[in-house]
């Protein structure tokens, strides 16, 4: 049977990477059935695009993981698909809160022939040798022989073969420049961010979170050993193409358990396994200076921390009051000081905000070392504690906000502001952040710094802008390149200026004969 794995763009923002589930239901698929996998992010498609797909390429099952972000597409998607008669599994955290949705037994359509519910590791095979011989049922759930429900462990985790999977449709070089930049240096002809996994679960709780829910709050890993051998693999294939890999560990918490985590980041150094790594890590693990020291060793380039807030009232408010406002200065330095940099993440329309909060916020920010913060409003997902509490408040204006997905809008009244005064605060937190005053304000305070991670800010900030400002498409920019030329100009006569200087001093010590080449 040919198997069709589809994850679904919500049709505003493009991810930049890869979703995992894919790969890893890939590997785990039983042998003789061939599977292919399409990212909307990276191949866009639209409802006739897919049934015209199925019935081509003759697909036999077609599995749709999504976001609650992207359920709606992925429901247009599947019905698009069922309509053409071939049958349909979806997975991921939306529909295993909201499985009778996806099943039409709550009074709407039905958008799935199955529901897997949950970590589907262990279902997912058994899922394909029933859909392979007609026989699949609504719900799969992951449990033991007497129903209780069971986490994958992650010790005998399955090597993802990156080197036979097609990437092609992943390379974030634009295909025009792909053969000129394969020359350069080690080669740039491809750049992929791939995630990957060293753990599962999350013991923090905190209330607008789907994790400690989904994956539990008790903490699965894989071995030491696996995560290395996948990253040397990663690294061969980058190095025989050319190009350049970046791995994001996904991992909610990268260093929930820090023994572990140096152990690993020390066995990533001593195989020579380091490339260019993000991950997510909470404020409070950061005070760790060994740790940090580890992360720069090994790879580490940006560490994604959810700051959520600066007042501690709100973080108590959500059950994250672990974070310390007043300690977010110094593990930002603690980080710049090794040229790892942060994505510090806030949320807005949190039950003690007020208006002004963005312009709060953003003074404290300015006084960090630059990252790149990104600004979202508090959203209660199906199921979290929030939406819980929300619902038996009265406070949620669109209950099913999902149905109607749209970027940035509110499904309930804040408490000490309304809803358009909470959108105002997040839209002046983006534009405030990546004007091109802002920009340049960034590369310049890191005057001491050397031209590469300057052009990596920059570069950075100009993607995040899109978050929050569409910018799809050629023309937009065009448009943002014309407003930021002065800084882009700089950058470029800077490493003109370094690399003219270079090529002089070595053409100079050739001259007298020295070596300029270390032995
Ligand atoms: C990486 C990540 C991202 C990446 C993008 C996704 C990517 N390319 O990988 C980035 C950083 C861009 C991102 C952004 C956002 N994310 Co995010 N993200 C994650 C994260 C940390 C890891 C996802 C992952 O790969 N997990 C590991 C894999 C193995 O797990 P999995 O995807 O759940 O898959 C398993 C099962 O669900 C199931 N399964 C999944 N799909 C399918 C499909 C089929 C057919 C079957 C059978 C089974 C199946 O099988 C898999 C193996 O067990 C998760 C948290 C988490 N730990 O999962 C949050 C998470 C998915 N994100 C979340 C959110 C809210 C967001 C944002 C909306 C945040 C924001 N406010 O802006 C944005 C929106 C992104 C967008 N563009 O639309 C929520 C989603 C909750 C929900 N109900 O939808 C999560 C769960 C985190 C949370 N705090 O609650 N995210
Ligand atoms: S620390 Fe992060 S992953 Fe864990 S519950 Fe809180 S928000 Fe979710």
Same mark, same amino acid.
């Given at each position: 049977?040919?198997?069709?794995?589809?994850?679904?763009?919500?049709?505003?923002?493009?991810?930049?990477?890869?979703?995992?589930?894919?790969?890893?239901?890939?590997?785990?698929?039983?042998?003789?059935?061939?599977?292919?996998?399409?990212?909307?992010?990276?191949?866009?498609?639209?409802?006739?695009?897919?049934?015209?797909?199925?019935?081509?390429?003759?697909?036999?099952?077609?599995?749709?993981?999504?976001?609650?972000?992207?359920?709606?597409?992925?429901?247009?998607?599947?019905?698009?698909?069922?309509?053409?008669?071939?049958?349909?599994?979806?997975?991921?955290?939306?529909?295993?809160?909201?499985?009778?949705?996806?099943?039409?037994?709550?009074?709407?359509?039905?958008?799935?022939?199955?529901?897997?519910?949950?970590?589907?590791?262990?279902?997912?095979?058994?899922?394909?040798?029933?859909?392979?011989?007609?026989?699949?049922?609504?719900?799969?759930?992951?449990?033991?022989?007497?129903?209780?429900?069971?986490?994958?462990?992650?010790?005998?985790?399955?090597?993802?073969?990156?080197?036979?999977?097609? &990437?092609?449709?992943?390379? =974030? $070089?634009?295909?025009? @420049? /792909?053969?000129?930049?394969?020359? +350069?240096?080690? %080669?740039?002809?491809?750049?992929?961010?791939?995630?990957?996994?060293?753990?599962?679960?999350?013991?923090?709780?905190?209330?607008?979170?789907?994790?400690?829910?989904?994956?539990?709050?008790?903490?699965?890993?894989?071995?030491?050993?696996?995560?290395?051998?996948?990253?040397?693999?990663?690294?061969?294939?980058?190095?025989?193409?050319?190009?350049?890999?970046?791995?994001?560990?996904?991992?909610?918490?990268?260093?929930?358990?820090?023994?572990?985590?140096?152990?690993?980041?020390?066995?990533?150094?001593?195989?020579?396994?380091?490339?260019?790594?993000?991950?997510?890590?909470?404020?409070?693990? &950061?005070?760790?200076?060994? =740790? $940090?020291?580890?992360? @720069? /060793?090994?790879?580490?380039?940006? +560490?994604?921390? %959810?700051?959520?807030?600066?007042?501690?009232?709100?973080?108590?408010?959500?059950?994250?009051?672990?974070?310390?406002?007043?300690?977010?200065?110094?593990?930002?330095?603690?980080?710049?000081?090794?040229?790892?940099?942060?994505?510090?993440?806030?949320?807005?329309?949190?039950?003690?905000?007020?208006?002004?909060?963005?312009?709060?916020?953003?003074?404290?920010?300015?006084?960090?070392?630059?990252?790149?913060?990104?600004?979202?409003?508090?959203?209660?997902?199906?199921?979290?504690?929030?939406?819980?509490?929300?619902?038996?408040?009265?406070?949620?204006?669109?209950?099913?906000?999902?149905?109607?997905?749209?970027?940035?809008?509110?499904?309930?009244?804040?408490?000490?502001?309304?809803?358009?005064?909470?959108?105002?605060?997040?839209?002046?937190?983006?534009?405030?952040?990546?004007?091109?005053?802002?920009?340049?304000?960034?590369?310049?305070?890191?005057?001491?710094?050397?031209?590469?991670?300057?052009?990596?800010?920059?570069?950075?900030?100009?993607?995040?802008?899109?978050?929050?400002?569409?910018?799809?498409?050629?023309?937009?920019?065009?448009?943002?390149?014309?407003?930021?030329?002065?800084?882009?100009?700089?950058?470029?006569?800077?490493?003109?200026?370094?690399?003219?200087?270079?090529?002089?001093?070595?053409?100079?010590?050739?001259?007298?004969?020295?070596?300029?080449?270390?032995?």
């Amino acid at each position: 049977m040919r198997i069709l794995l589809y994850n679904p763009d919500n049709g505003v923002t493009r991810n930049f990477m890869p979703h995992l589930w894919m790969f890893l239901l890939q590997s785990l698929t039983p042998e003789g059935h061939e599977v292919v996998l399409i990212d909307g992010n990276a191949q866009p498609m639209d409802e006739s695009g897919i049934a015209r797909f199925v019935r081509e390429k003759d697909i036999g099952l077609v599995g749709i993981g999504a976001m609650t972000r992207m359920i709606a597409k992925a429901y247009r998607m599947a019905d698009a698909i069922r309509a053409v008669g071939v049958p349909v599994v979806m997975g991921g955290p939306h529909v295993t809160e909201e499985a009778d949705e996806a099943l039409g037994r709550n009074g709407g359509p039905r958008h799935a022939d199955a529901v897997a519910l949950g970590e589907a590791d262990e279902t997912w095979p058994r899922i394909v040798e029933d859909a392979a011989r007609g026989q699949l049922k609504d719900v799969y759930a992951p449990v033991d022989a007497f129903g209780q429900e069971r986490k994958p462990s992650l010790q005998e985790y399955p090597a993802i073969p990156w080197d036979k999977i097609n &990437l092609g449709q992943f390379n =974030l $070089v634009p295909k025009m @420049a /792909a053969r000129t930049l394969q020359r +350069i240096g080690d %080669g740039w002809g491809t750049f992929r961010i791939i995630p990957m996994e060293s753990g599962r679960g999350c013991p923090y709780g905190c209330e607008f979170c789907t994790v400690t829910g989904f994956f539990g709050d008790s903490i699965r890993f894989r071995t030491n050993e696996s995560v290395v051998n996948e990253l040397l693999l990663l690294k061969a294939v980058a190095k025989s193409e050319g190009g350049q890999i970046a791995v994001f560990f996904i991992d909610d918490n990268f260093a929930i358990n820090i023994k572990r985590t140096k152990s690993l980041l020390r066995d990533i150094i001593a195989a020579d396994a380091q490339v260019h790594w993000v991950a997510q890590i909470s404020a409070n693990l &950061l005070r760790d200076e060994e =740790l $940090v020291d580890l992360i @720069a /060793a090994s790879g580490g380039k940006w +560490i994604f921390i %959810g700051m959520e807030s600066i007042d501690p009232t709100n973080l108590a408010s959500v059950n994250k009051g672990f974070n310390k406002p007043g300690e977010y200065a110094a593990v930002l330095e603690r980080l710049a000081q090794r040229n790892v940099y942060a994505i510090t993440s806030f949320i807005f329309g949190m039950d003690n905000d007020t208006t002004g909060v963005a312009e709060r916020t953003l003074k404290e920010i300015r006084t960090w070392p630059p990252g790149l913060p990104i600004f979202g409003l508090l959203t209660p997902l199906p199921a979290t504690p929030l939406y819980k509490r929300l619902e038996a408040a009265g406070r949620l204006t669109r209950p099913k906000h999902w149905q109607e997905f749209i970027p940035f809008e509110m499904a309930h009244t804040p408490l000490k502001m309304t809803i358009a005064e909470a959108h105002a605060e997040v839209k002046a937190g983006w534009a405030h952040s990546y004007n091109p005053e802002a920009m340049a304000y960034a590369v310049d305070s890191l005057k001491d710094k050397p031209l590469g991670y300057r052009i990596n800010i920059f570069i950075a900030r100009m993607c995040f802008r899109g978050i929050y400002f569409p910018q799809m498409g050629p023309l937009a920019w065009i448009k943002l390149i014309y407003q930021n030329r002065r800084t882009i100009f700089s950058l470029v006569k800077e490493g003109f200026a370094t690399w003219h200087g270079r090529s002089g001093s070595r053409a100079a010590d050739l001259a007298v004969g020295s070596r300029v080449d270390g032995d």
